[in-house]
């Protein structure tokens, strides 16, 4: 089922309702909400794939509900948390190491960049006129629940809010280039799509995560195939710095990056999650 909210098309079916019903440790199973409506920002969780209900201002995840529901299409959605830093996970996928021409690492690969490249769900990935090449990466996002430094593979999932659709927009020719620069290539503002909400009840060991562009499915893998689970690179981040609630871990892509242009539309979807759509421009 499509619905056409802030620019793009959302993929939820009857997915929303059932994450309702069963609860983990320290969060209430909730498709969880971040929205602009009547010109507010605003929270809630997702019903079922028309509805969003409202939760009391600054109330987050285990929100206290206001006693109203709003249609989806009403709202503007926006990225469902606010990281202080993305950790972006590189070559994560055997494939995607052999497609870039590079070796499987031998332990994570990991890179902090800035939050200032975050957008959410509709909103434009903008292209420096003359950056060369970029390319979409739909990623699996771990989202940071509590604040946490050092912990264990086993306590690891103990601090996990939830997970969203990520896309690791990356220019190439930066990243690349001499001398390379991993981290500029992907801090460029708008090349962190995204959302569209926060799934906090979902096994994240076996997901469907696929890229379409422009009805052009690009990319098609499975969370299994990923080096190190979810566990491991929590345990991985926490181990060199503090991880603070919203903080998102983008968990890498699998093979079949492809570059982008202007007039593209490009979605993430994501098993048990939905879709994250962002138009392409140019400036």
């Known amino acids: ?17 059932k994450h309702r019903v069963v609860h983990r440790e320290a969060w209430a199973s909730v498709v969880y909400v971040r929205y602009q409506h009547s010109g507010k920002m605003c929270e809630g969780a997702l019903l079922d794939s028309d509805t969003i209900e409202e939760f009391e201002p600054g109330s987050g995840i285990n929100g206290s509900p206001t006693g109203r529901t709003i249609p989806l299409a009403d709202v503007r959605l926006l990225p469902p948390c606010e990281p202080s830093k993305l950790i972006i996970v590189a070559r994560n996928y055997a494939e995607h190491a052999k497609e870039t021409g590079s070796e499987p690492p031998s332990e994570p690969h990991l890179h902090p960049i800035p939050a200032s490249s975050v957008i959410g769900h509709g ?13 979409h990466e739909a990623e699996l996002v ?6 946490c430094r050092g912990v264990t593979e086993e306590e690891a999932l103990g601090y996990v809010a939830g997970y969203t659709c990520g896309n ?22 708008t090349f962190s799509p995204l959302g569209p909400w926060l799934v906090t009840d979902l096994d994240p060991s076996d997901l469907l995560v696929e890229c379409i ?13 990923m080096l190190f689970p979810v566990q491991r690179l929590v345990m991985e981040s926490s181990r060199w710095m503090t991880l603070e609630p919203g903080d998102c871990i983008y968990t890498g892509t699998p093979s079949g990056i492809t570059p982008l242009k202007g007039g593209d539309v490009c979605e993430v979807r994501i098993e048990g999650i939905g879709s994250l759509m ?5 400036g």
């Open 1 to 17: 089922m499509d619905h056409s909210v802030g620019g793009g098309a959302v993929r939820r079916g009857e997915e929303a309702s």
């Open 278 to 282: 962002n138009p392409v421009i140019v």
């Open 168 to 189: 690791d927009v990356s220019a190439r020719d930066v990243q690349w280039g001499t001398p390379p620069a991993f981290a500029r290539a992907k801090s460029i503002d």
């Open 213 to 225: 562009v422009s009805g052009e499915m690009r990319q098609s893998g499975r969370t299994r195939d």
């Open 123 to 135: 909103e434009a990935i903008a292209l420096p006129p003359g950056i060369g090449r970029v390319d």
């Open 142 to 147: 771990v989202v940071i629940g509590r604040r």
